[in-house]
């Protein structure tokens, strides 16, 4: 099947894992289900959640489809000690218990129990330094714009996917992708030896390489521009608004492009999501920046913004 009707192949799912007042989401062949419940419980109750994978591994076998117990993994999110340790599948799974995760693999990106990306940054950087590894094996014979195309397919790709998720790194985080892409550029000029302790920013704006933080927060802000011109999923653009224009007249008023700014978050790592993320990289943005309505001209002069600001003062 293609990808329009294996998705219409498979609505179904939605329906049984809604019915249960849970939600789902579904990419390809990849299903995920979220549920949540009571952490201060000694022994939260899961019936529903087996009662809606028995009901999901009979669809399957109706409709010719496998359900892979061994691909199955559960995980649970939050700042706290799980209070579940096994998650019992029930008599449809052959009374097979999942133990829980403390990473999954999502679409080739790791989440961890607390959020805090580390495994995902560990495994970025073992990919990335066995990469340069690789590369530098083979430097001598590559001329300076083959090594700038490597560096770009093999280091900042594996750096730069689903980097809109790192919006709320620690620092200590940030400074080993920053690292990664460090090492990268001093491939590309052999700086080797006593040249191996030269700043490194002049090179990188000689590149036009954007540091890593400025990288982060030109996606973040492109997919802003993409929710506030339909051209986002709606589970995205649901989670922005515009913010309301106050009775009261004053100059800021006549900006319409600035976006709502929710409540300071509770938790710390609240405000590493997109709702909360997503104004504050947003608003400071010039307003010649914001207002622009070509997905082109608004990537062009968001670059450009942002070059400016990391090599501000930088010959």
Request: glycine share 4%.
């Amino acid at each position: 099947l293609g990808p329009l009707l294996f998705i219409l192949y498979t609505k179904d799912l939605e329906k049984i894992v809604t019915q249960y007042g849970f939600s789902i989401h579904l990419y390809a062949d990849d299903t995920q289900i979220y549920f949540a419940f009571d952490v201060d419980s000694g022994n939260p109750d899961l019936t529903n959640i087996q009662l809606c994978l028995g009901e999901i591994k009979k669809w399957m076998t109706l409709n010719f489809m496998k359900l892979n117990d061994g691909k199955t993994e559960f995980l649970d999110i939050g700042y706290y000690i799980s209070p579940i340790e096994k998650l019992d599948l029930g008599q449809s799974f052959g009374e097979t218990e999942l133990s829980s995760a403390l990473h999954a693999k999502n679409l080739g990106f790791y989440f961890d129990h607390q959020l805090d990306m580390s495994e995902q940054i560990k495994v970025i950087s073992q990919i990335c330094y066995l990469n340069l590894r690789d590369l530098r094996r083979i430097g001598s014979k590559l001329s300076y714009e083959l090594k700038i195309q490597l560096v770009h397919s093999n280091i900042l790709s594996v750096i730069d996917y689903c980097n809109a998720s790192y919006g709320g790194l620690t620092q200590k985080n940030l400074q080993k992708l920053q690292k990664l892409q460090n090492n990268a550029v001093r491939f590309i000029f052999k700086l080797n030896g006593k040249k191996k302790w030269e700043h490194i920013k002049p090179y990188l704006k000689k590149l036009h390489f954007l540091p890593v933080e400025f990288r982060i927060k030109f996606k973040i802000a492109l997919l802003v521009f993409k929710c506030l011109n339909n051209c986002a999923p709606d589970y995205l653009k649901e989670l922005i608004s515009v913010r309301d224009i106050k009775n009261v007249s004053l100059r800021l008023d006549n900006d319409f492009y600035l976006l709502k700014v929710p409540h300071p978050p509770r938790l710390c790592k609240t405000d590493a999501s997109f709702a909360y993320i997503a104004p504050h990289t947003w608003n400071p943005l010039p307003y010649n920046i914001r207002c622009s309505t070509e997905l082109e001209t608004f990537k062009k002069l968001l670059k450009t913004y942002y070059f400016e600001t990391a090599f501000k003062g930088i010959d």
